[in-house]
């Protein structure tokens, strides 16, 4: 007897990479059942060679539903996760919304899958931010072996990390400037195409973005709460995978050559790191992937014990959807829940 999971925004570009994932993996589901706001009630979504219809999230009884997938915004989440785990069904959350409450595990599997068995205090699991998913990913093994004071980090965000009317606006835009059509910023405070945007989600009080402040928390919930970090998140004119430059100052001494190693071996993380033209990972190479990317490893002379290196990974997937499915996964595995049908 399988699973019946739902995906809660399955119309989204995370909740349609969700449902291919889940198909991709062969996750152990007799049933999955897509679902979004009541207009998108009806829409044909792809499971796999089936397709399904979309049923509205306000009228749907979890009741025998086992795993909610969902990545339907904050807000949707903040109403929705408490009464859908109420149900005794067990909810992986896309949002930022539980993320940083004591009471909600955030998982990251090939860093602190452990972790997972706080699920039951709430019946929610959150997932962190695409930003920060791909940059534990790449620390931990690390943190393991020399043990990381400091990170500074910069990243290069694709515009599907702000949804699917940001990626049309790259395009409009991009197609405008060949046409020499007017340009009008919508989704982004400036024009995306052909630029840069430092800037990603709302400014607090000093200075940071909430972008920047989610990835120093976030990391410090994962991994360790003594790591120091600070962050510079950019927005770029890609589609799709986010890039990050990564400079790490450690307590005891580590070499690019160790490094390399360590990482070759990690749970999650592939090394291309040649040192020659084209030796490297780009975002564009990276897109449709799961692993996280590791390149440009070096040692950095400016601090002691320090190294900088380049990692990207796809947002969609190991950013988002497959991260949410990993943590069904170290449910099922470790036989942390149980099909319901059955019982």
Same mark, same amino acid.
């Given at each position: 007897?399988?699973?019946?999971?739902?995906?809660?925004?399955?119309?989204?570009?995370?909740?349609?990479?969700?449902?291919? $994932?889940?198909?991709?993996?062969?996750?152990? &589901?007799?049933? %999955? /059942? @897509? =679902?979004?706001?009541?207009?998108?009630?009806?829409?044909?979504?792809?499971?796999?060679?089936?397709?399904?219809?979309?049923?509205?999230?306000?009228?749907?009884?979890?009741?025998?539903?086992?795993?909610?997938?969902?990545?339907?915004?904050?807000?949707?989440?903040?109403?929705?996760?408490?009464?859908?785990?109420?149900?005794?069904?067990?909810?992986?959350?896309?949002?930022?919304?539980?993320?940083?409450?004591?009471?909600?595990?955030?998982?990251?599997?090939?860093?602190?899958?452990?972790?997972?068995?706080?699920?039951?205090?709430?019946?929610? $699991?959150?997932?962190?931010?695409?930003?920060? &998913?791909?940059? %534990? /990913? @790449? =620390?931990?093994?690390?943190?393991?072996?020399?043990?990381?004071?400091?990170?500074?980090?910069?990243?290069?965000?694709?515009?599907?990390?702000?949804?699917?009317?940001?990626?049309?606006?790259?395009?409009?835009?991009?197609?405008?400037?060949?046409?020499?059509?007017?340009?009008?910023?919508?989704?982004?405070?400036?024009?995306?195409?052909?630029?840069?945007?430092?800037?990603?989600?709302?400014?607090?009080?000093?200075?940071?973005?909430?972008?920047?402040?989610?990835?120093?928390?976030?990391?410090?919930?994962?991994?360790?709460?003594?790591?120091?970090?600070?962050?510079?998140?950019?927005?770029?004119?890609?589609? %799709?995978?986010?890039?990050?430059?990564?400079?790490?100052?450690?307590?005891?001494?580590?070499?690019?050559?160790?490094?390399?190693?360590?990482?070759?071996?990690?749970?999650?993380?592939?090394?291309?790191?040649?040192?020659?033209?084209?030796?490297?990972?780009?975002?564009?190479?990276?897109?449709?992937?799961?692993?996280?990317?590791?390149?440009?490893?070096?040692?950095?002379?400016?601090?002691?014990?320090?190294?900088?290196?380049?990692?990207?990974?796809?947002?969609?997937?190991?950013?988002?959807?497959?991260?949410?499915?990993?943590?069904?996964?170290?449910?099922?595995?470790?036989?942390?829940?149980?099909?319901?049908?059955?019982?």
């Amino acid at each position: 007897m399988g699973y019946k999971v739902a995906v809660a925004g399955a119309t989204g570009n995370v909740g349609r990479e969700m449902l291919d $994932i889940l198909s991709e993996r062969g996750f152990p &589901a007799d049933e %999955v /059942v @897509a =679902l979004a706001s009541q207009r998108s009630a009806g829409t044909e979504v792809s499971f796999g060679d089936k397709t399904l219809k979309v049923k509205v999230l306000d009228h749907y009884d979890f009741s025998d539903t086992d795993i909610c997938l969902m990545s339907a915004g904050g807000s949707v989440a903040k109403e929705w996760a408490p009464k859908i785990g109420a149900q005794g069904c067990v909810v992986i959350d896309n949002s930022s919304a539980w993320r940083y409450d004591a009471d909600v595990p955030l998982i990251v599997p090939e860093v602190n899958a452990d972790a997972v068995a706080g699920f039951t205090k709430r019946n929610i $699991i959150a997932n962190p931010n695409c930003s920060t &998913a791909q940059l %534990v /990913v @790449a =620390l931990k093994p690390l943190h393991d072996k020399a043990k990381i004071k400091r990170v500074v980090v910069s990243t290069y965000q694709s515009v599907s990390g702000a949804g699917k009317d940001a990626m049309d606006e790259l395009f409009t835009q991009t197609r405008a400037v060949f046409v020499t059509d007017p340009i009008e910023p919508k989704k982004f405070p400036k024009r995306i195409a052909f630029n840069l945007i430092p800037h990603i989600d709302v400014f607090m009080e000093d200075g940071f973005t909430k972008e920047e402040w989610k990835m120093t928390a976030e990391t410090k919930k994962i991994l360790d709460p003594k790591i120091k970090l600070t962050a510079t998140c950019v927005r770029v004119p890609v589609f %799709v995978s986010h890039s990050e430059v990564v400079n790490i100052e450690f307590e005891e001494p580590i070499t690019a050559d160790e490094a390399r190693e360590i990482l070759r071996e990690a749970p999650g993380c592939l090394v291309v790191d040649k040192r020659e033209p084209g030796g490297y990972i780009t975002p564009y190479e990276a897109t449709g992937e799961d692993a996280t990317y590791i390149s440009r490893i070096r040692e950095d002379a400016s601090v002691e014990n320090g190294l900088a290196m380049w990692v990207v990974s796809d947002n969609l997937r190991k950013g988002a959807a497959l991260n949410a499915i990993q943590i069904a996964e170290v449910l099922v595995n470790r036989g942390l829940i149980k099909p319901r049908k059955a019982a």
